[in-house]
């Protein structure tokens, strides 16, 4: 009889043991949960520090130097980012003042908003090298053109499952914040952002090309530099650049042939399509002949001539149909951020067609 009590004493003691270490263990994981979930709802109302917190103006702007202030138009950018977010809490650890929290989380497709991103960001620049002098991009710029992806297209959602890491400081739980799990919380958008192989070399080629495509003749000129072509800056010279300008406007195309690189180098073997200078000349040439040879050329005198055959010429150049191919290698360059095209005099003459030199052996003749 002595045993049983004794017996039913500790029994007594080892459930209530059990029930007190089981309620602060119950009591923790509750505390752990709440600070997790107040952390991940703020993804859901975002401030200005939260923003900066997960993307900051650094990895969408790398060159920006100066911190701009976060416009309430970029606070509904944000938010438009996160529009679908979801998270499931799956398990919960604790140890002493250190706890572990298993989320699955439903973000943005990041790798396709980042390439969107990349891709509208590089066309941003190689347009800017086409703008009049003192036009700059702005890092709200920068952060729009996120929104209008956002805006026009329709991203899927992934899932992911992440580790959150808490600590207990003055009795109360703190989310331990690291750039890896920041970058998950986004996707691994900054991580898609910052990788050197987000785009392949061909890729590369592509982006530069067909934003070449996109340019208006003001943007081509100022881009390929043609009106520095010639020596004078009158009415001939002008119109002799208006005329490439559309020519190239009109027939420039590429096609990418193969390409290879070893990680650092890469080389993209294309065949560049603009209009036929040959053509050009020989249509010029003949017209030129049939009038030099006319009584009428030598009754315009020198300076009628000179007139004529500088209007035959952009004749020739405006009534052109035809286009030509050159296969070119192109070189690019991973420099750890990205792979840089490099633009060089060969591939310059390539989208000129091969006129540059015969214009101005031409215009310096005619002159």
């Not at 529009?83 to 919960?92: C, E, G, H, Q, R």
């Not at 958008?189 to 987000?198: A, I, M, R, T």
Request: charged share 30%; proline share 1%; with cysteine.
């Amino acid at each position: 009889m002595k045993y049983s009590r004794k017996l039913l004493l500790f029994t007594l003691l080892l459930l209530t043991f059990v029930c007190l270490f089981g309620g602060c263990q119950k009591s923790e994981k509750s505390q752990v949960k709440a600070a997790a979930t107040r952390e991940l709802d703020l993804l859901k109302d975002l401030d200005d520090k939260t923003i900066e917190k997960y993307i900051s103006y650094e990895d969408l702007y790398p060159s920006g130097e100066i911190h701009q202030e976060v416009s309430s138009k970029i606070k509904n950018i944000f938010s438009r980012f996160y529009a679908n977010f979801s998270y499931k809490i799956l398990d919960i650890q604790v140890k002493d003042q250190t706890a572990r929290v298993t989320v699955r989380l439903n973000t943005i497709d990041a790798e396709t908003l980042a390439k969107d991103y990349s891709r509208a960001s590089m066309k941003k620049r190689i347009a800017s090298s086409a703008n009049p002098e003192g036009v700059e991009y702005s890092l709200e710029d920068y952060y729009l053109l996120l929104g209008e992806l956002l805006d026009e297209n329709q991203y899927d959602t992934v899932e992911n499952n992440c580790t959150l890491k808490l600590s207990k400081e003055n009795n109360t739980w703190k989310l331990e914040h690291s750039s890896r799990l920041d970058d998950q919380l986004v996707g691994g958008f900054v991580s898609y952002l910052q990788d050197p192989n987000l785009f392949t070399p061909e890729e590369i080629v592509e982006i530069h090309f067909d934003t070449l495509k996109e340019f208006d003749t003001e943007q081509l000129n100022r881009y390929l530099g043609i009106d520095t072509l010639f020596d004078a800056d009158d009415a001939y010279s002008r119109s002799l650049t208006q005329e490439l300008t559309n020519q190239i406007s009109d027939h420039f195309d590429y096609r990418i042939l193969k390409e290879s690189d070893d990680g650092h180098t890469a080389t993209v073997t294309a065949e560049i399509t603009s209009y036929d200078a040959k053509s050009i000349l020989n249509s010029y040439e003949k017209k030129l002949d049939s009038y030099l040879n006319s009584s009428q050329a030598f009754a315009d005198g020198e300076s009628g001539r000179l007139k004529k055959s500088s209007q035959l010429l952009l004749n020739s150049i405006k009534a052109n149909k035809s286009a030509s191919s050159t296969k070119l290698d192109l070189t690019l360059i991973n420099d750890g951020t990205s792979w840089k095209l490099q633009m060089n005099e060969d591939v310059a003459q390539a989208i000129l067609g091969g006129m540059g030199e015969a214009v101005k052996e031409i215009s310096s003749d005619v002159k």
